[in-house]
């Protein structure tokens, strides 16, 4: 069993940087691959990154590349989501996920088994 809580959302001005931490509780997380969804008001649930279990590079979605970036520290059980150059279409609940030695198919959400709470991400223009 995985835990996951996320922090870090808040109110931010368009332009502005958020970073987001994802920690988890449990054994091995070095061996999860998580990744990062949001759902914003409305519309479905996206990927937006994953840090795959064998500490490849990040995959990110098109959609956020360039301005998020991420990484993860195992000796934390803690991923990390550096958003900036925000935009308000960035406005979001987001999630952190985990899967047990995932190493494909990134943005399949029913792939993950382990989901956070979510936390707000609210941009204003």
């Known amino acids: 069993q995985v835990q996951l809580v996320e922090s870090g959302g808040g109110l931010v001005q368009a332009g502005g940087s958020l970073r987001l931490s994802c920690a988890a509780s449990g054994r091995s997380f070095s061996s999860y691959t998580m990744g990062w969804f949001r759902q914003a008001p409305g519309k479905e649930r996206e990927f937006i990154a994953a840090y795959d279990w064998r500490a490849a590079t990040p995959y990110y979605a098109d959609s956020v590349k360039g301005r998020f970036t991420g990484s993860r520290d195992n000796a934390k059980n803690t991923v990390y989501l550096q958003m900036n150059s925000l935009k308000p279409e960035d406005t979001a609940v987001y999630y952190c996920?985990?899967?047990?030695?995932?190493?494909?198919?990134?943005?399949?959400?029913?792939?993950?088994?382990?989901w956070g709470q979510g936390t707000q991400v609210t941009v204003s223009s």
């Open positions: 996920a985990a899967e047990w030695r995932k190493y494909s198919n990134y943005a399949s959400q029913k792939e993950y088994s382990y």
